[in-house]
């Protein structure tokens, strides 16, 4: 059983907004890092944002910086991806992911099978 699951994806314009919010199953994730990756059809996984324990940010993806922000509420086990300007280019599956540690990997080709990975839900950006 994946130890997270993601919701909020769905079908929006060009320009428009989205919030993904990720939740712990079974469990907390208080001390733990948690990113955000996404993976477009046809192409790899790639890293977007990632939050610490401390709530520092790092970003993968250059391509989202100024539109996309991070953030987690401890006390409900949840992390957060609020998405505003969204572009065709941003369709994907995003996933999220919890490490075994407190701070975020500074390569996002760091996380692997060793951390603990949600399902996924479906962003559909129209043009």
């Known amino acids: 059983q994946s130890p997270l699951v993601e919701s909020g994806g769905g079908l929006v314009q060009t320009g428009g907004s989205l919030k993904l919010s990720c939740a712990a199953i079974?469990?907390?994730?208080?001390?733990?890092?948690i990113a955000w990756f996404r993976q477009a059809p046809g192409k790899e996984r790639e890293g977007v944002l990632c939050?610490?324990?401390?709530?520092?940010?790092?970003i993968y993806a250059d391509s989202v910086k100024d539109r996309f922000v991070i953030s987690r509420n401890n006390a409900a086990s949840t992390v957060y991806l609020q998405m505003i300007s969204l572009r065709p280019e941003d369709t994907a599956i995003y996933f999220c992911?919890?490490?075994?540690?407190?701070?975020?990997?500074?390569?996002?080709?760091?996380?692997?099978?060793?951390?603990?990975w949600g399902q996924g839900t479906q962003v559909t950006v129209s043009s």
């Open positions: 992911a919890v490490a075994n540690r407190d701070d975020c990997y500074a390569s996002s080709r760091s996380w692997g099978s060793r951390d603990g």
């Open positions: 079974g469990h907390t994730f208080d001390y733990y890092a």
């Open positions: 939050i610490s324990y401390s709530g520092q940010t790092t």
